[in-house]
């Protein structure tokens, strides 16, 4: 009798356990989209694919790349953002310490080192969307390429060292939108 | 004694004889199942687990799309629900059948993985992958002791060696990816501790022999790949480790290829000693080149400094207990390859003393089986010098004359020597 008990009562702080991990990682995201502050960030390039049955896009983010030698592959960086005079975001500055004097930062890891210089990955360079909208953005993506004009940036709420991608927007209209019309 | 005897003797009431008949035959049955199932059905109804957990993730995956998010969210839970359903099911109703507790085990941990798959697709995170496995590996590790699953188990084991191991992104980068490794692998010993004590022949249990100094094995060289120094105290002491645990009286018993910690361990440490009777590697490694205040400040050196005091300890309490020489070879050819990187030699000298070494360990292997008429024993010393010979004559310009005068010697020794112990043991028997 005292076994059975001493199972349900397990069985219950599993669960709970379980739950509570799954709702405080829910929770985390959510408070980063909504108090986090929001920059726009220039994107090079973009491009659609498919790996595993997720479709996503892979943003090119301007300036990936830094040219210090103390910088391993593999260290943990922490990039602190400002907005610049055209309203877009820009790094200021690249560090191995936790800024002090800005909140406005995010942790990256540095993957590659070629000739001196390192390159380094943001937390919000990829794009999910459903496999329904296939078609369209791939229609998106050419008549992006055939048009240089075309201002394409994402927008990314930052709170904490944490980033994440909100939306993605080509002049000034976000993608879900124009593929709803 | 049958039943029906029992009756004649007044032994039990005829009323009693439904419920001891079916007792009886249940015992039968069960003695016979437990058996069987042990190999096929397990391996069918996990198989059959898999492929359920993945044919809902796919269904449920396709028909999201058209959902808003909070509702794409709530789906994504039903799969976790069901999962919690069976696991009570299991835990309160078939509380004794393996083959619920494994798969069940299984379904929680893919249908746990399906979600966070999920939530983080929805958030668009990308490189967050070691952190999502982790997360799922905390979350389902209490799964693990309560359905006494050892397949759960292993995936457990899988997932958290993984992201640490196999994705470029995260080779222990930090003082903290360390320590949670450290810890998320501390917590799996107790169930390995279980299983080692219940069942003594068990697949899964065979399984974890291997898997487990595997992981350690992996976590150890990528700790102590930045600075050899560390990497010989490091390892040479965790190896170690390793053969004392394939020598104790519960793994001894076995086989020596089930013996997974001795061949680990044994194989492990020779070919760490092999590396340094090389002159490139010698040369490559640099050993002292980092200064003692450096050392300090790394994390790996507290690591160094617990492994390797686990071994003098257990090296000094068999030195107390055994004779000389009925302690394992090995921690003599470990210690020595330490205490000779403690003495700054220049990489010459070092390259002999090891060489040295290893012809002292091989030459006692060979006369050791010689001795006892152990067969395997004895060509086990005669590869070690072989492979000592080989490196050798990579390493140095020689003559070809010479090499293939060396090698038709050594192929006579190895025939003449395994001729005579072959004769021995005839004229023995």
């Not at chain 1, 008990?5 to 739950?19: G, K, P």
């Not at chain 1, 210090?68 to 975001?89: P, R, T, Y």
């Not at chain 2, 470029?168 to 107790?190: G, H, Q, T």
């Not at chain 2, 330490?338 to 070494?357: D, G, P, Q, R």
Request: aromatic fraction near 16%.
């Amino acid at each position: 009798m005292n076994k059975k008990i001493l199972i349900r009562f397990s069985f219950v702080f599993a669960v709970l356990f379980q739950l509570l991990l799954l709702f405080s990682f829910i929770y985390d995201k959510e408070d980063i989209i909504n108090n986090g502050s929001e920059f726009k960030f220039m994107i090079t390039k973009f491009k659609p694919s498919n790996l595993d049955g997720r479709n996503y896009i892979c943003l090119n983010l301007k300036e990936e790349f830094i040219s210090d030698e103390k910088i391993q592959i593999f260290d943990n960086l922490f990039v602190s953002i400002k907005e610049n005079s055209d309203g877009f975001a820009s790094i200021t500055s690249i560090s191995k310490e936790r800024p002090v004097d800005t909140s406005d930062y995010v942790k990256a890891i540095s993957f590659h080192s070629r000739y001196g210089t390192t390159n380094y990955m943001l937390p919000f360079n990829i794009f999910y969307f459903k496999e329904v909208y296939a078609d369209e953005i791939k229609s998106i993506y050419k008549k992006c390429i055939k048009d240089s004009s075309k201002k394409v940036y994402a927008l990314v709420s930052i709170k904490n060292g944490k980033g994440l991608l909100k939306d993605l927007f080509i002049d000034d209209v976000s993608i879900m939108d124009m593929i709803e019309k | 004694m049958n039943v029906s005897e029992l009756l004649k003797y007044d032994k039990i009431k005829p009323k009693d004889v439904k419920t001891s008949k079916s007792t009886f035959k249940d015992e039968k049955i069960n003695t016979k199942e437990f058996k069987k199932f042990n190999s096929l059905v397990l391996i069918f109804s996990l198989l059959g687990t898999i492929l359920i957990g993945s044919g809902l993730i796919t269904i449920s995956s396709i028909n999201l799309d058209r959902f808003s998010k909070m509702l794409q969210l709530i789906i994504a839970f039903i799969p976790l629900i069901i999962a919690y359903v069976l696991c009570a099911y299991t835990l309160f109703i078939k509380n004794d059948s393996i083959i619920w507790r494994e798969s069940v085990g299984v379904f929680i941990f893919f249908a746990f993985g399906y979600l966070i798959s999920l939530i983080s697709n929805l958030y668009h995170l990308s490189y967050d992958f070691s952190n999502i496995s982790i997360l799922c590996a905390i979350a389902s590790l209490p799964f693990v002791y309560i359905l006494k699953s050892s397949t759960a188990s292993l995936i457990y084991l899988f997932i958290v060696s993984f992201p640490f191991d196999y994705s470029n992104l995260f080779i222990l980068s930090s003082f903290r990816d360390e320590i949670i490794y450290s810890v998320l692998l501390l917590a799996i010993l107790p169930n390995y501790y279980l299983l080692c004590k219940k069942r003594t022949n068990d697949v899964f249990l065979k399984i974890h022999h291997w898997v487990i100094p595997f992981t350690l094995v992996s976590f150890a060289i990528l700790m102590s790949s930045n600075n050899s120094f560390m990497f010989i105290f490091l390892n040479l002491s965790l190896y170690s480790i390793f053969t004392y645990i394939g020598d104790s009286s519960y793994f001894k018993s076995n086989k020596i290829f089930n013996n997974s910690y001795k061949i680990i361990g044994c194989i492990n440490t020779l070919s760490v000693v092999f590396m340094f009777t090389c002159k490139d590697s010698v040369e490559k490694l640099n050993i002292y080149d980092s200064k003692f205040s450096e050392l300090i400040s790394r994390s790996d050196f507290y690591y160094t400094i617990l492994f390797f005091s686990i071994f003098i300890f257990l090296f000094i309490r068999e030195f107390i207990k055994k004779k000389i020489q009925d302690i394992n070879l090995l921690h003599y050819l470990s210690l020595a390859v330490i205490c000779l990187t403690l003495i700054e030699l220049s990489s010459n000298i070092f390259i002999v003393c090891t060489n040295i070494l290893i012809l002292a360990y091989s030459l006692i292997k060979i006369r050791d089986g010689f001795i006892k008429n152990n067969i395997t024993r004895m060509n086990f010393g005669l590869i070690c010098i072989l492979i000592l010979i080989l490196v050798c004559l990579l390493d140095y310009d020689i003559d070809p004359i010479i090499k293939g005068i060396t090698f038709l010697s050594f192929g006579l020794i190895t025939l003449v020597t395994n001729y005579f112990i072959i004769k021995k043991i005839r004229y023995n028997e």
